[in-house]
């Protein structure tokens, strides 16, 4: 599904990713974790396509393709989503309009028909339920005056919409009380299948209890330090981050 | 350029005289400077594109236009109240007048020639500005309309605006008397529009009298063809807990200019006034603001935003006086602009004077672009850059749009603009 090898990536003559690589097969969930600042956001601003990092050496390869000469459209419509870690508020823009806007620009990428805005509403209706998200917040503008957990609610629910084949997840656990948490985690998994592979980003141990990973990953000054399966995140939990970064340093 | 002072006092001497009111603005026309750069109120505003023409002036024309013609730029039903005034005159055959209980509409001239109520007010607020187009308006304003609203009017009423002539390079005077009488409120909706694309001015005069506790809400939407020059002065008076919510939009024309000039007479007065501009291509619009609190305890609130692109001009010269006795002043003025080029250009000026203490007055101004993670955003979900951009614009135009509070209005200009800005975000 997606292969990185020696990722490079800076920002303003910053370096941030120093040589990552990481194999993700199809149907797998992948964890990452890792200290602030280790670059987590900009991995996934990366494979999102985000134009303001210089990627200056190393590969990313999706079903086949060079992912790195896409533009953020082209891999959305390719079926890569990125729930954001800061979602962007959107004045005066409708969240349903947005919504149908991005789900019909990716039907009609894809040469299927788009969907009128009856039968949008009617899709839209039946996830917000499952997410039991308030259908007010369809109405507002995208994410504009949003709590913090409303607007990973709506990540999720454009992810439920979207139905994409590689998600990534920033640190959307984060701001969530605990009800969200396992409402959002069961959006997650209501896609769990053998074409879809998941890169979830996350402090917690908790989320993964929710979302179990099939490996555990640990970045660290732009480098996965270690990798492993879902035990690593307990010990993590257990430990931080100190014994491993030491260990890496050696 | 004193050639254009001649020229419009030879119009005047020439126009038919229809009405005594007419008179006061052949005086004013002898007594008026030819505007300029070093006055302030014309320092941002280019002038060469309205006064190295010589316009001539409008007539009554009939038969030019159908109902038809109308029905298809309405946004209010067909058997509400609908003012048709083309090049200025007063078209009652396109107009749709059913009898309305609390409302007097009256082609203006018969209004001065049969004494309507209040029609003594006609110029009292406008003739306060001692300016060229203000005395070329009184003075060639042969028709125009009249209105009276003496009760709580749950319908609107329309008026649509149009230039459109057999000549060419016409100049039209609209003139438009809207009295509230206490208590009462009006929704009125105006649209300056054309059928074809022809080189005109439009030289625009309003005055809205407010009385105690009147309300009026005041969506317009100008979308002239690109030759046009329009200009529009509107003077608003408010009495004591009045209520004025006004909202320009300003799409079209070559050249335009809206001048604003509130008056709070009374206390407890609120005023909202808000204006979008969009000016693109060799576009200039400019939004001109004279907001006078005289008496305490006012409030108003003014924002207005624009769009540039291409070789788009704008001018925000917005005016809050507040005088030694206007105290508790409540007074917040913004202006936000979005450039989408290199070559748009905005002059904004936004300005308090405040001779009172005890007063809460703010003001701000932004200029900005694009923003890059609001682009990502979209694009991230599959929106195409052009569109994403189109959106993003149409977004930042809407929340200003929403204040017209007529749904068939805002979708109209949004569908404008829409239009607009598509061919221009795919270029970026
Ligand atoms: N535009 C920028 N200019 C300079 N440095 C930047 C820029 N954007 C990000 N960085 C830096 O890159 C580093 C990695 O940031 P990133 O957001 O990827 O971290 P993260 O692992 O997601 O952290 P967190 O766990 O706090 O979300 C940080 O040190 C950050 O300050
Ligand atoms: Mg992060």
Same mark, same amino acid.
């Given at each position: ?86 979602? @962007? ?34 899709? @839209? ?37 979207? &139905? ?23 959006? @997650? ?47 993590? &939990? ?13 | ?14 126009? !038919? ?17 030819? !505007? ?12 060469? !594109? ?356 007529? !749904? ?21």
């Amino acid at each position: 599904m997606l292969s990185i090898k020696d990722l490079q990536a800076s920002i303003n003559g910053k370096e941030i990713l120093k040589g990552l690589s990481l194999e993700m097969g199809a149907g797998e969930v992948h964890a990452i974790m890792g200290p602030n600042g280790s670059g987590k956001s900009t991995l996934s601003k990366v494979l999102a396509g985000r134009e303001e990092y210089e990627v200056t050496s190393g590969t990313v390869t999706y079903q086949g393709v060079n992912l790195l000469e896409l533009s953020p459209e082209e891999r959305a419509h390719q079926g890569i989503f990125m729930a954001f870690q800061y979602p @962007v508020e959107l004045p005066g823009v409708n969240n349903t309009y947005f919504m149908q806007a991005s789900l019909n620009a990716i039907r009609k990428a894809r040469g299927e028909p788009e969907l009128n805005s009856l039968n949008f509403m009617k899709l @839209v209706r039946t996830k917000l339920k499952a997410l039991e998200m308030d259908e007010s917040l369809l109405k507002r503008a995208v994410n504009t005056g949003f709590s913090g957990g409303e607007m990973k609610r709506n990540e999720i629910l454009q992810m439920t919409l979207l &139905e994409p084949r590689l998600s990534i997840l920033d640190e959307t656990d984060s701001g969530l009380d605990i009800d969200a948490l396992r409402m959002v985690s069961m959006g @997650v998994n209501s896609l769990r299948s053998p074409e879809r592979s998941m890169l979830v980003i996350t402090h917690y141990q908790r989320l993964l209890d929710y979302i179990q990973p099939d490996y555990v990953h640990v970045l660290s000054g732009g480098r996965i330090i270690r990798s492993g399966d879902k035990s690593l995140a307990l010990e993590l &939990e257990e430990k931080g981050y100190g014994w491993l970064q030491e260990e890496a340093a050696a | 350029m004193s050639a254009a002072l001649n020229h419009y006092q030879a119009l005047a001497a020439a126009a !038919p005289q229809t009405h005594a009111y007419q008179a006061i603005g052949r005086e004013r026309l002898s007594l008026v400077e030819l !505007p300029n750069r070093k006055q302030e109120a014309w320092r941002y505003t280019p002038l060469a !594109p309205v006064l190295d023409h010589q316009f001539t002036a409008a007539s009554r024309e009939e038969g030019l236009l159908e109902p038809e013609d109308i029905a298809s730029l309405r946004v209010t039903p067909a058997d509400h109240v609908c003012i048709v005034l083309l090049n200025g005159f007063f078209m009652p055959e396109l107009s749709t007048l059913p009898p309305q209980v609390g409302l007097e509409v009256l082609d203006l001239e018969q209004a001065i020639q049969h004494s309507a109520i209040g029609i003594e007010r006609l110029g009292s607020l406008s003739g306060a500005c001692l300016d060229l187009f203000g005395a070329v308006n009184a003075a060639l304003t042969g028709s125009g309309a009249y209105l009276r609203v003496t009760e709580k009017l749950t319908q609107p009423v329309e008026i649509i605006h149009l230039n459109y002539s057999f000549e060419s390079e016409v100049l039209s005077n609209p003139r438009v008397l809207v009295q509230v009488a206490a208590n009462a409120r009006l929704n009125l909706i105006e649209q300056h529009a054309q059928f074809a694309d022809l080189l005109s001015m439009s030289n625009g005069v309003t005055e809205i009298f407010l009385s105690e506790g009147a309300q009026l809400l005041h969506p317009r939407l100008q979308h002239d063809s690109v030759r046009t020059r329009h200009l529009s002065h509107l003077y608003v008076q408010q009495a004591a807990t009045s209520v004025y919510k006004g909202t320009s939009l300003a799409l079209g024309s070559a050249w335009s200019r809206t001048e604003f000039h509130l008056d709070f007479v009374g206390e407890h007065a609120h005023c909202e006034l808000n204006g979008f501009y969009l000016a693109g291509e060799q576009q200039m619009q400019a939004m001109h603001l004279d907001v006078l609190h005289s008496v305490p305890n006012c409030t108003s609130r003014e924002t207005f935003k624009g769009i540039l692109y291409g070789h788009g001009k704008g001018v925000f010269d917005g005016n809050i006086l507040v005088k030694k006795d206007a105290q508790k002043t409540d007074a917040r003025l913004s202006n936000d602009n979005l450039l989408l080029s290199r070559e748009a250009e905005i002059d904004t000026k936004p300005r308090l004077e405040i001779y009172a203490d005890d007063v809460q007055c703010s003001h701000g101004t932004t200029v900005g672009q694009i923003d890059p993670e609001m682009l990502f955003y979209l694009r991230a979900r599959g929106i195409p850059k052009a569109e994403a951009t189109s959106l993003i614009c149409q977004g930042f135009a809407a929340e200003l749009i929403a204040h017209c509070e007529y !749904p068939a209005l805002e979708a109209k200009a949004l569908s404008i603009l829409q239009e607009r800005l598509a061919p221009v975000a795919a270029k970026l």
